[in-house]
């Protein structure tokens, strides 16, 4: 690693406080359903997916996780039509944001809309579905970012986030991508490379070895062509 790449990295504590990560644009006015929407970058509606459970059992405890959930709006969407559909459903949301700039309140204790770290927080129980629309290039830790998530998910839950697997480098800047996608493979894992997409239904924890030795918030636009964060990594 070059001594100005070393000098450029910035531990999670920095990399929270840079104006690249700490920004009030990202994910704010993306909906639940439609052309700027959850369902259209997930390839699936979270509502419908989550109502699904709901239908065939009413008496089910359903739950999901949304990493970096921007302004709420598709949670708070979500939080309307249980209301409306499964009134005194068993519902748990929970959407976590490094920024506090929130569309609103929730409106009924469904909803929990919290200001935290995804490095660093943890849930109180697994969930039926884990999300994370466009959080990742602006992480640090991406790789236990992705752990984590993947373990917040309940066997038989789903996952899905965007995710850039070049924006994981090795210490000498080249592209780190193949030995990430043959772990999440390995892992049961499937990754859509047009879309950027990874998802599973059925799989286990990644087991990643890599030693994470900090992050760039100088690498410029990423493939969304927003200002991102690269992760580098040694991998022995």
Known sequence: MSADLHARLLD????????????NAMNRLRGLSGVNSYARELGFDPYERLATILRGNPHAAVRWIDVCCGSGRALLEAE????TEFPTADIA?????????FLATPRTPHLRLLTASAATWHPDAPADLVTC?????????????LTAMT???????SFAADFDPHAIRNPDGSSAARPVLAEL???GLTYDRRRRRLS???FRPPNFTAAYLGADDTAGPGYTGQHAVTSYYDFG
Request: overall charge negative; hydrophobic content about 40%; charged content about 20%.
């Open 12 to 23: 999670d504590a920095a990399l929270e406080s840079s104006s690249v990560v700490a920004n």
């Open 200 to 202: 599973g239904t059925d």
């Open 80 to 83: 309307d039509r249980f209301a």
């Open 185 to 187: 493979r390995a892992a």
């Open 93 to 101: 949301i929970t959407g976590i944001d490094l920024v506090n700039h």
């Open 133 to 145: 629309v466009h959080g990742l290039h602006y992480l640090g830790d991406k790789l236990a970012v």
């Open 151 to 157: 373990q917040w998910t309940r066997p038989g839950g």
